[in-house]
């Protein structure tokens, strides 16, 4: 055996070292963990980010500003697929829903509706058809009949003032 074997202090220092790197290692993948928890958290956290600012795009049916209107890729899809005729059969059952609304409370009230609405399984085909050739989504055709289901109720109710006249696409051009 080599001397240095024999040197309890020799043996206590090559303990030590031993130890002392079993230690920082152990710190080391430590501190490792904590960045890819960290860098877990921060990707989730950009992904959230990102979906917030895509949300806020606007679609490419409406017209940017208020109150929502269509725009030409809108009116193709209403055309195309009947929606202002649906929104004025539509518009005579559900005005006594929104008789004492505000026109911001009818275009709210006209989403939710639309996105609750039985629609045939036809419809709902023409829907899926309309939104994959135009590139957009079925939330897209849903807010194209939304409009046009908003502007029929506008239309209807006398007391809000607007007459189909005024509007061709919509009751606020």
Partial sequence: MPAWVN????????????VTVI???????ERVNLDRSSLKELTKEIREDIKKIL??????????????RLSELGRKISEALG???????VAKTVEVDVVDLEHYEIQDHCRNYVRTFPFSAQQKKS???????????????????????R????????CLGVDDSDAPHSAFE
């Fill in 7 to 18: 040197n309890p202090i020799t043996l206590v220092i090559a303990l030590l070292a031993v």
């Fill in 55 to 68: 949300e806020r795009l606007p679609s490419p049916v409406l017209e940017k500003g208020s109150p929502l």
């Fill in 23 to 29: 230690f920082k290692v152990a710190q080391w993948v």
């Fill in 127 to 149: 829907f899926r058809m309309t939104a994959y050739e135009n590139g957009i989504s079925h939330e897209d055709v849903l807010d194209v009949a939304a409009v046009e289901l």
């Fill in 151 to 158: 502007d029929a109720l506008i239309a209807r109710l006398p």
């Fill in 83 to 89: 929606l202002s005729e649906w929104a004025k059969d």
